[in-house]
């Protein structure tokens, strides 16, 4: 990228000034429609920021579908040092470097 002088720069940032002042000045008729709206539905802040599966019922019973918890991923690697792997994501450096060495990653296969 080609060094700009110190006049340009300026050029540059006061250009992007403008354009972030007209952005914000755009954005405020939407903000007063949402809390014109807000204000009609009664809806508030704090009810933007709870999320469904945390909504509780007038008896502040829990209400949305129960959280499933994640299954557990079996080893499919293990060497000698107790370092394991699921076989799944970024494979780990022990994995890499041992096939740097010349292991196959096989040989750290856990049996089924």
Do not use: C, H
């Not at 508030?44 to 008896?59: I, M, N, Q």
């Amino acid at each position: 990228m080609p060094r700009l002088s110190a006049e340009a720069l300026k050029f540059r940032i006061a250009a992007l000034q403008k354009k972030l002042a007209a952005a914000e000045n755009a954005k405020a008729p939407a903000v007063r429609k949402v809390r014109a709206l807000m204000k009609k539905l009664g809806v508030t802040v704090a009810d933007l920021a709870e999320t469904p599966a945390a909504k509780t019922d007038e008896s502040g019973q829990r209400r949305g579908r129960p959280k499933k918890a994640a299954a557990k991923v079996p080893v499919k690697y293990r060497d000698a040092d107790g370092n394991a792997w699921t076989g799944r994501g970024k494979t780990p450096k022990w994995i890499t470097e041992a096939e740097k060495a010349g292991r196959n990653r096989e040989e750290f296969r856990v049996a089924d």
